[in-house]
């Protein structure tokens, strides 16, 4: 089945610079990846996703690449704020398929330091 | 449109007695998913059902936990003669047909066994 790795667990930046959080997954088939932001006591909510037929989507300041070729994709934040302090998590599924399960990495903890 | 509705939000059990999650999908979804998050850890997957049917229970212990997704009514996760170690954040997400991609999350149960 497959298989999401995520790094770093944690990450601490400061107000103003960019965060990049890395997921890879070993299905190759696997062709959606969503991100999920978790605030404290709150369900994970969707903020970006991506499928497997682009390479890069942009969301104001949030942006995910993706790299089929080497299984791996990437959530980049740019300007951060203290808002943006949270538990994200990436995921890998196969979208188009009677089992459209989904299979999330460990998460990484983000802290931004005003 | 309610989102995923999940209930209780708590639920606090002594060791030996059974613990009844809920979760309502969103109108129209009829996948349902359910993860648990344990302290500071990520979402890890238990089952994928759709409706009156298990697709997916790799996740799932094969002793004392059970799930079903009924024709009527919402998706029941069951833990019987819950132990200490059952004590987490149980999450459910649901999710058009296949076809469609976004999964939505509920608040989550905190389950606390004493």
């Known amino acids: 089945g497959e298989n999401v790795e995520q790094h770093p667990s944690t990450l601490s930046v400061q107000e103003g610079d960019s965060a990049v959080i890395k997921c890879t997954y070993s299905?190759?088939?696997?062709?959606?990846f969503p991100w999920y932001k978790q605030e404290l006591g709150k369900g994970p909510q969707l903020i970006i996703d991506?499928?497997?037929?682009?390479g890069e989507k942009k969301d104001q300041r949030i942006a995910v690449t993706l790299n089929k070729t080497a299984k791996h994709f990437s959530l980049h934040i740019t300007e951060t704020q203290p808002e943006d302090s949270a538990v994200y998590f990436c995921?890998?599924?196969?979208?188009?398929?009677?089992?459209?399960?989904?299979?999330f990495g460990a998460g990484t903890r983000l802290t931004v330091k005003p | 449109n309610a989102g995923v509705m999940q209930n209780p939000r708590h639920l606090v059990r002594r060791r030996g007695q059974e613990a009844r999650l809920r979760c309502s999908p969103m109108?129209?979804?009829?996948?349902v998913y359910w993860y648990r998050q344990l302290p500071e850890e990520g979402l890890k997957f238990m089952v994928y059902?759709?409706?009156?049917?298990?697709?997916?229970e790799s996740g799932m212990p094969k002793e004392r936990f059970s799930a079903e997704f009924p024709k009527e009514g919402p998706s029941i996760l069951r833990i019987q003669q819950v132990v200490r170690g059952d004590s987490a954040a149980y999450f459910c997400?649901?999710?058009?047909?296949?076809?469609?991609?976004?999964?939505?999350f509920g608040q989550g149960t905190r389950l606390t066994v004493v």
């Open positions: 997400a649901s999710s058009p047909r296949p076809g469609d991609t976004e999964a939505f």
């Open positions: 299905d190759s088939a696997s062709n959606y």
């Open positions: 991506i499928r497997s037929n682009v």
């Open positions: 995921a890998a599924s196969i979208i188009f398929s009677d089992n459209n399960d989904m299979r």
């Open positions: 109108k129209g979804h009829s996948h």
């Open positions: 059902l759709q409706k009156e049917n298990i697709i997916d």
